[in-house]
């Protein structure tokens, strides 16, 4: 077994175990709630891990909206397998509710319906919260919508206890509610190691790194994909799902360039990979290329090549 291989969804199961010894039993009854199909490796392998339990996990997929168009409803449902409508909620009687969205009203670029915020969740069962970023800023551990969570993994004891003494700031107690035992996300890259032979370069771009100075790294995103190119490799070119939403939201001056780049790069023969299974591209890819992202940490539990940008 090659260096920094684990154990088929370790983390998800060490989740489930905990939630059994909070619980006081294995029968409980438990929902995920996704909103984006993209975001769904962050509660997989828990919910995995509750199916092999025999404890019929339900996948109930959350409206949203996308703050530029309005308020216009989006749904990922069709793209789950065997999810559940959010009536669900009113019609089964759950123990625990899991949730990967900490903002309640607090982005500018995608919300929850109000109805789905955790001050409102919390009548359907304790609240558990499981980030969709492994990230360990401080502005993912403090948000309005966890004030009202129950529970929370994290991806590290450290950001636990980050995330224990910021709340305590705000007067809210969490001591022996979070656990820092890794992300699930890390079980997701485990499934898609691969060996092989195959020559492509993966190139993930994050939010933050590109909002800092969009133009210079659309250059940067450019000047990769002709070097990888010329060193014989297949190229995908992985933008954050939340990408184009966000430039109209935050950096409206920057849509063009961006749009030009996208056109400039299918063109030259990248693949831009808009879907929303990064599995099937880390599956595919042989070396990363990606700005600072919880997909690096991810990618370099494998032991596999990565360039950070």
């Known amino acids: 077994m090659q260096k920094g291989r684990r154990r088929m969804n370790e983390i998800g199961k060490r989740i489930v175990e905990k939630l059994i010894e909070i619980h006081g039993s294995d029968d409980f009854r438990i929902a995920f709630l996704p909103y984006k199909r993209s975001m769904w490796d962050s509660m997989q392998s828990v919910y995995e891990e509750c199916r092999i339990l025999k404890k019929e996990p339900y996948i109930i997929s959350l409206p949203y909206y996308r703050m530029v168009d309005g308020h216009i409803d989006c749904i990922d449902k069709d793209q789950f397998e065997n999810a559940h409508d959010e009536t669900a909620l009113d019609e089964v ?21 109000e109805k789905y915020y955790t001050a409102q969740l919390c009548k359907y069962g304790k609240v558990i919260y499981i980030p969709y970023s492994c990230s360990s800023m401080r502005q993912l551990r403090v948000q309005p919508g966890l004030a009202n969570i129950d ?12 995330f224990i003494k910021e709340w305590n700031e705000y007067g809210i107690d969490f001591t022996g509610r979070v656990f820092g035992y ?12 691969h060996e092989g032979n195959t020559q492509t370069a993966l190139i993930v771009n994050s939010l933050g790194a590109y909002l800092l100075n969009p ?3 659309l250059e940067q995103y450019r000047n990769k994909i002709i070097e990888q190119m010329a060193a014989g490799y297949s190229v995908i070119f992985r933008p954050h799902p939340l990408l184009r939403q966000t430039i109209k939201s935050m950096r ?11 056109e400039w790069a ?16 880390l599956t595919e890819a042989d070396v990363l290329i990606s700005d600072p ?4 940490e991810m990618w370099e539990s494998t032991g596999r090549e990565c ?3």
């Open 93 to 113: 009687q759950f123990d625990y509710v899991v949730i990967h969205y900490p903002y309640d009203n607090n982005n500018k670029v995608t919300s929850m319906l």
């Open 151 to 162: 529970y929370a993994f994290l991806s590290s004891e450290a950001d636990a206890d980050a």
């Open 252 to 262: 409206p001056d920057a849509e063009l360039p961006y749009i030009q780049f996208i």
């Open 293 to 296: 992202s919880s997909i690096v």
């Open 266 to 281: 299918k063109m030259v023969g990248c693949y831009v990979d808009e879907t929303e299974d990064l599995e099937q591209a």
């Open 215 to 217: 133009f210079c790294k």
């Open 182 to 193: 890794g992300s699930p996300k890390m079980d997701a890259i485990q499934k898609c190691f």
């Open 307 to 309: 360039v950070v940008l």
